[in-house]
């Protein structure tokens, strides 16, 4: 009897099995990604081309968002979403940034790109924030009910594509990417900052302790900096602290907020230290 039972307990749990394999291997491809749950649901839809994607920012994008969208230059249209504003965190812009995450095969054990990231590579887009913004000009021409064929569209990236890939042979000796002056050592990134950063976040490096607006810079406008000077993508900053033996982007992000704190502080940087450590 016991026997019997068992054997019923093995094939329940083995047709549970199969059943779970078949669930996963639908067609619609989806990712999991770490977003808590009351921002996100546990999955999202990775669009097969601009056509789906538009279908599905106009569900998720909230109404403010579809009228800054509307109303936005092509060539600054990227500045209104996360992460590249401050103004609009995760949730207001879901669930673009999820669309570009690698995917991993649970089988091999290896990453690859998703099949929207597959579709505009083989349209020549490459550049990240390239794909971030030809994603916004077709949505702003789909709110504004324009007829650009998305073909032409990417063909107009292509081209845009290009001048990236002539700029990539000399990003890390030039002095400007992207229009963006890029400092050249630590002395320069506080003099930049500066020149870029608000009084108010200024004030605060300078009435805040160390590690609380280190902590709090680096969750906010660290992102920004660090796409701004190119430091994860490669510049002659990144260069220079490459050599200098720091060659992760958030450390070297929380060296320079560490630096500009003592700065404004009127204390000594301490830069050499900051870098044995």
Not at 99 to 125: A, D, H, Q, S
Request: charged share 30%.
């Amino acid at each position: 009897m016991r026997k019997t039972k068992n054997r019923i307990i093995k094939i329940v749990v083995f047709c549970l099995l199969i059943h779970l394999c078949i669930s996963s291997c639908k067609t619609t491809e989806r990712v999991d990604y770490f977003i808590p749950e009351s921002e996100y649901s546990a999955l999202e839809e990775i669009p097969e081309n601009l056509g789906r994607a538009n279908e599905i920012l106009n569900t998720t994008f909230s109404d403010s968002l579809k009228n800054l969208v509307r109303n936005a230059d092509n060539d600054t249209i990227i500045n209104i979403v996360y992460p590249y504003s401050l103004d609009y965190l995760v949730e207001d812009s879901p669930p673009m940034f999820v669309w570009y995450n690698k995917i991993k095969n649970k089988r091999k054990g290896k990453e690859k790109n998703t099949r929207f990231v597959k579709y505009l590579n083989r349209n020549g887009i490459e550049d990240i924030d390239l794909i971030n913004e030809v994603v916004l000009v077709a949505f702003k021409n789909y709110l504004n009910k324009q007829d650009t064929p998305h073909k032409e569209l990417l063909k107009q990236y292509r081209s845009k594509q290009k001048v990236i890939d002539a700029r990539e042979k000399t990003r890390f000796i030039t002095d400007t990417l992207f229009g963006v002056y890029i400092p050249k050592d630590i002395e320069d990134c506080l003099v930049q900052l500066d020149k870029v950063l608000g009084d108010a976040t200024q004030q605060k490096a300078v009435d805040w302790s160390e590690n609380n607006f280190v902590s709090t810079a680096y969750l906010s406008i660290g992102y920004r900096i660090r796409n701004r000077w190119q430091i994860t993508n490669g510049s002659r900053l990144s260069k220079y602290f490459s050599k200098l033996g720091v060659r992760d982007p958030e450390e070297v992000t929380s060296i320079i907020f560490t630096s500009y704190s003592r700065y404004k502080k009127g204390k000594p940087i301490l830069f050499k230290e900051q870098i044995k450590q």
